[in-house]
């Protein structure tokens, strides 16, 4: 089972799970401020999930893909949605400020 590690919690997962449903079941702040209200729910367009994963996941499907590369996100931030990610092995998580997630400070690493 793989092991997801994201705010200080080490949260053990199926392979292939979904890293938001994963996160959000474990109480992990994966939304900042008024995004835990205002989110697409998990289809991929809203970019408030986003988050930088180090480990084994899928390949960024092509929601991920467009929704990182439009603003306030940008290609080559290395950022992730969340709801578009298949945890496939162990994994560590950040998440940084801003609405979307966009900034540079980080609000919460792996370790917390
Ligand atoms: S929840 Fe909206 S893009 Fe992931």
Known sequence: ???VLAQGK???CKVGANLRKVLLQNHID???GGALVINCRGIGSCGTCAVLVEGEVNEPNWRDKT???LPPHSPGNNLRLACQTQVLGDLKVTKYDGFWGQNPQIVWTSEG
Request: proline share 8%.
């Open 1 to 3: 089972m793989p092991k």
């Open 10 to 12: 080490t949260i053990e």
């Open 30 to 32: 994966l939304y900042n």
């Open 67 to 69: 929704r990182c590369s």
